[in-house]
Structure formats: structure tokens, C-alpha cells
T-cell receptor, first 115, second 113 residues
């Protein structure tokens, strides 16, 4: 168990809808990362938050947004869902900080199916 | 374009065999290379490598990095069925206050009894 908690485990929804994925990082970790994993692509970086502030954006669509709250949990919001958004969404956390030399630890993921 | 390539894509071995998984990379600003094991759920951290030629070892698993030739290998000796998983290699890039990981597509290892 990595200590990173993601809810829900599975989500099935229709096209055009909006969903929220939730992540609680490991105790003591200030950084939260979101990744998308689909069958035809590897893990793709979406966005990084450190201590409540956005640090970096990857290939994140404008329909997607995220935030990190004062208690350090994070939410990834996906709106106007399309079939192609079906994927496994992972949250990962790390200690973070200026050295950036701590590995990322991943949660079990949320499997999103858009029908 | 930064890229990480893993080989083979998949392999099937018998228990007790030794396997070597390869990861090569072409990136602009290398910080470190990481190996993860992914079974059905979360990728689980195995190793982080930053220096060439220094082997990291954990039980039957070991890994080494060659920053001159831009590759890393992951060795698993005396394989067990529990080693069956997808093994992911990722390179962390310097630049900005973030860990930007570029992942390979993974090597699927199946260990048969």
C-alpha cells in the first residue's frame, strides 16, 4: 500500500457529463501529481500541485481542471466528457520541495468509463 | 521530443529464470531514471537511479544506469510467478519546480510456474 488514496475506484458515466476524482496524498507529502493511462498510450502527465499551488501542466485538456486544498488533498475535475476520456486516472504524491529528488508514489487509480 | 523506449514489449519465462529488461532514453535535461512495477493497480516504486555505474539492489531485483549510452537495465533473478507484472521505466526531467516524468510503455513480464 503506497499510502495514496484515490476515490472512487470505478466511475461509469455518459458523454457530456462531469465527474470529480479525489486524491489524498501520503502523510507528509506536499506534492500531488495527476496522470492519465489509456490502453494505447503510457502514463501521461496531466498536472502537478505543490502545497496548494499549481507547479506544472502537462497534456491536460481545457475541459479538465484540478486543485489542491489546504489539507493537501486534490481533486481532478473532468467535464464535457467524451468517449476518448475513458482511461485509468492516477494520482501520485511525493515529498516535493526544492531538491525534487524523492520518487513519486502512486495511488490505485480511478477507472473512468465514458459511455 | 523527449522519449523513453522499453524493450522487449513482453516476455514469458519460467520460474527460476533470470530476465533483463531494457530502457533507453532520449531527453533534453535528465535528472533521474525510475523503475516501477505495475500489477493490476498502482505502479509501485522500485528504484531511482541518478548516477552511472552504481548498481541498486533490492532482493532479487537490481538496476543500473549508463548515462553515456543513455540506457538502464532492470535484472530479476530466480523469477517467481509474483514477479508477473508490467515494468515501467520513467525519466525525470530537469526544468521548473516539478518532477516531470516521461514514461515508457512498459514491458509485460509473465512468469509461468
Amino acid at each position: 500500500d503506497s499510502g495514496v488514496t484515490q476515490t472512487p475506484k470505478h466511475l461509469i458515466t455518459a458523454t457530456g457529463q462531469r465527474v470529480t476524482l479525489r486524491c489524498s496524498p501520503r502523510s507528509g507529502d506536499l506534492s500531488v501529481y495527476w496522470y492519465q493511462q489509456s490502453l494505447d498510450q503510457g502514463l501521461q502527465f496531466l498536472i502537478h500541485y505543490y502545497n496548494g499551488e499549481e507547479r506544472a501542466k502537462g497534456n491536460i485538456l481545457e475541459r479538465f481542471s484540478a486543485q489542491q486544498f489546504p489539507d493537501l488533498h486534490s481533486e481532478l475535475n473532468l467535464s464535457s466528457l467524451e468517449l476518448g476520456d475513458s482511461a485509468l486516472y492516477f494520482c501520485a504524491s511525493s515529498v516535493g520541495g526544492p531538491l525534487l529528488n524523492s520518487p513519486l508514489h502512486f495511488g490505485n487509480g480511478t477507472r473512468l468509463t465514458v459511455t | 521530443e523527449d522519449k523513453v523506449v522499453q524493450s522487449p514489449l513482453s516476455l514469458v519465462v519460467h520460474e527460476g529464470d533470470t530476465v533483463t529488461l531494457n530502457c533507453s532514453y532520449e531527453v533534453t535535461n535528465f535528472r533521474s531514471l525510475l523503475w516501477y512495477k505495475q500489477e493490476k493497480k498502482a505502479p509501485t516504486f522500485l528504484f531511482m537511479l541518478t548516477s552511472s555505474g552504481i548498481e541498486k539492489k533490492s532482493g532479487r531485483l537490481s538496476s543500473i544506469l549508463d548515462k553515456k549510452e543513455l540506457f538502464s537495465i532492470l535484472n530479476i533473478t530466480a523469477t517467481q510467478t509474483g514477479d508477473s507484472a508490467v515494468y515501467l521505466c520513467a525519466v525525470d526531467l530537469r526544468g521548473g519546480a516539478t518532477n516531470k516524468l516521461i514514461f515508457g510503455t512498459g514491458t509485460l513480464l509473465a512468469v509461468q510456474p
